[in-house]
């Protein structure tokens, strides 16, 4: 009994830490600890699925192994939006009424879980990644940390927040507002019935190694576990764990007067339960044909999709974040967790609204309006946790060419009154545009070499002209820009002071 | 303007050998500084240094120039101006030498200051600069303080009565309240201003930037500096500077060390002597870099160099 009291309380703790830390980095993110964060969400899942190619298979097989071992630990320890519900379903438990507590044990919602586990494995085969962005509980965490949590605490400190973006963070209160009103009366449902995270580790949790088992000779059906389960998955009539919707909290174990609920070794080859296959053969019935039916809806209905929505957008009205590559990538690995419009410094990443397709709506974007690219910052790759802003030597991302130049000279300062300016040379760290001298004037006007151009958007940012009379124009395939010609070194000498 | 009367008075004091409380604390400084006299005639109008390391030429140049209590008083804030601008370390002479900065912002507290505040509204993004320039680890050493100045809210809005164009500009919160304020920017040339130097780096203490390049740059960067609050020290970095592809350079093709120092109250004098230092390096004219005559025509100070009581120092 001490063993499991120590482990309910290792899980608080890992829980609480893994919760705080995830928020605090959403939330009020520090630029010096880059490195911890990118830890923290190199262990989420579903980035490390879709960035399988780019460094997520470790995490896949970790997550993968721990399940298999351990049960769905996941769920429990690392899963920022499960721990989430768990701290709401507590506060529920704490202001409800104890007595009017019964049996709290659900049937599962087959048919809906695997039917949309089935449809996010068949769309993402196809590339089609925009039901993730709706479902998977980090990326939807992160949604609402950034768009709710952050300008909240912009607001507390009293500085501006220039990522700001209604339609995110009304989107955001509405899935926090449901989450936890169903956390709070029910629990996990969330994570038992839409949550393709939890259906397919659910799919292993059943076989695991360490399992929650209940031994039929000394249980009295109390139903003191069951009423301690926020899984709702003990039927403690029977009695029996559905081990597939457990998320290893341990609270049952610990409640259990008679010790016949147990965390234990469930690889042992002894008899079955009895009543255990009857119960599977009537689910899985069901499942098949949700299977089937779900396979073909959605196998057909994701080729359509991709077929209506295949022709190639060249030109974009927003520029992506570096290391995008094309926006066919982005769309492919992003699932707009928004750690990037989370860590860029210069505010500049924000969500997508109409400017990608509907595909690419709430996927980072980039917007001059109130800054540019910091040409050696590179924090929206070291903590995209997919790899959708695919990490790159500094002076590799140096070179990422997000946008060019376009120069409108009819608008500039210097044309239109004869004035000095030279604010976007002033920004520009590549020279793309230079301030050059003309015949027959005394003053410098710019003159741009768009192929040195990374499109950092430092000129557009801070061209003081209305209209503006520089702009960088968004390339939906990022290249490589050339490499700065650099002068040669010449050591002047000087012995005077010139006056 | 009373400030300057206020030291004139003091120093005259010091000259007759008034004994009086701020004679007192002049005296008892300078016997720190073998082989001085303060005394008007013994404190030139500029004094430019070059040869040494930032501390060094710092240390002679403000001996020379009397003293730092000569212009700090005890229990004044301070603001110690920098060019903080760009996100880059300091061999790319994008940014005042924090090796300076800090001597600065210590000899200020050493001198009695009760504060000294140190900012610049920067270019880059203002985290980058500050930490990267090397600025803020170098004066939170000195035991300075690094202020923000990256929003809006940290600026108020300021008359300049005597500007042209910029009739009104939002100048930095630290420098409305601080007592004296010292100057200290970089050496570069500049895409838009052709140089950047004490006046230039006015901007860093404005808000709007952009109406300052949309308004006549030239005048505006003169407008600022007419401003009532005048430093009591304008001090050019020259240790590095950048001759080309400035402010913000590219590589350290663009940088020169010539390990120099400029130091006046002269704001007109002390960039017109920087400007001419510059062009033994590359071609600049006191035209091109229109605002600094523009800045005498209000009266700032003079580009006569000639007139003026220079001490050149080669160490």
Known sequence: ??????????????????????????????????????????????????????????????????????????????????????????????????????????????????????????????????????????????????????????????????????????????????????????????????????????????????????????????????????????????????????????????????????????????????????????????????????????????????????????????????????????????????????????????????????????????????????????????????????????????????????????????????????????????????????????????????????GCGGCEFICPARPKAIVVIPLSEQRRADAPVIDATINIEVDGFGF | MERRHFLKTAVLGAVAGTVGLKGMKLFASEKTAPGTIPGKDNIPDMVAIMGGEPEQLYARAIQEMGGMSRYIKPGMKVVVKPNIGWDKSPEYAACTNPVLVGAIVRDCLAAGASQVKVFDHTCDHWRGCYENSGIQEAVKQAGGEMVNAHEERYFRDTELPQALRMKTAKIHEALLECDAWINVPVLKNHGGARMTLCMKNYMGIVWDRRYMHSNDLQQCIADAATYEKRPVLNIVDGYRIMTQNGPKGRSLEDVQTPKALFMSQDIVAVDTAATQFFNQFRAMTLEDASHILLAEKHQLGTTKLDALNIKRIRL
């Open chain 1, 1 to 454: 009994m001490q063993l499991y009291g120590f482990l309910r309380w290792a899980r608080r703790i890992i829980a609480l830490a893994v919760f705080t830390g995830l928020a605090y980095f959403f939330i009020a993110f520090s630029a010096k600890a880059t490195a911890l964060w990118s830890a923290l969400l190199g262990l989420q899942i579903v980035p490390g699925i879709l960035g399988i190619a780019t460094g997520g298979l470790v995490t896949v097989i970790i997550v993968f192994l721990l399940t298999l071992l351990f049960g769905r630990v996941y769920c429990s320890l690392l899963c920022p939006l499960g721990i989430y519900q768990d701290i709401v379903y507590r506060i529920g438990l704490f202001l409800r009424n104890k007595k009017k507590r019964r049996t709290r044990y659900t049937k599962p919602h087959n048919t809906l879980r695997y039917s949309i586990l089935i449809f996010v494995v068949i769309c993402v085969a196809f590339s089609f990644v925009v039901p993730l962005v709706w479902l998977d509980p980090y990326g939807l965490f992160g949604k609402m940390a950034t768009n709710i949590g952050r300008p909240l605490a912009y607001i507390v400190s009293g500085s501006k927040y220039d990522a700001w973006n209604l339609a995110a963070f009304l989107i955001s209160a509405v899935i926090l507002v449901a989450l936890t009103v169903t956390a709070f009366f029910k629990g996990r449902l969330y994570c038992n019935t839409i949550c393709p995270v939890g259906t397919l580790l659910g799919l292993i949790s059943r076989y695991s190694m360490f399992r929650v088992k209940i031994d039929p000779g000394s249980c009295t059906h109390c139903q003191l576990c069951s009423m301690n389960c926020k899984a709702f998955c003990i039927d403690a009539g029977t009695p029996v764990i559905d081990n597939s919707r457990c998320v290893v909290c341990l609270n049952c174990v610990s409640k259990c007067a008679k010790g016949s609920i147990r965390y234990r070794f469930a690889w042992t080859p002894k008899k079955k339960l009895p009543s255990v296959p009857e119960k599977k053969q009537q689910s899985a019935g069901t499942n098949r044909r949700a299977f089937l039916l779900a396979a073909m809806g959605t196998g057909a209905g994701a080729i359509l999709l991709n077929r209506f929505t295949e022709k190639k957008i060249i030109n974009i009205p927003k520029a992506m974040p570096p290391g995008a590559g094309t926006l066919e990538r982005l769309k492919d690995t992003c699932i707009a967790c928004h750690a990037c419009i989370a860590a860029c410094p210069a505010h500049i990443i924000k969500p997508a609204m109409g400017a990608f397709g509907w595909q690419g709506f709430l996927l980072p974007s980039v917007s001059y309006d109130n800054g540019f690219c910091g040409f050696d910052c590179q924090k929206c790759q070291e903590v995209c946790p997919s790899g959708a802003l695919q990490l790159m030597p500094l002076e590799e991302k140096k070179r990422v060419k997000m946008g060019v130049v376009k120069l409108m000279l009819e608008n500039c300062i210097v044309e239109k009154y004869g004035t000095d300016c030279g604010a976007c040379d002033e920004h520009c760290p590549v020279k793309a545009v230079r301030m050059t001298p003309r015949e027959g004037s005394d003053k410098l006007f710019p003159k741009t070499t768009p192929a040195l151009c990374i």
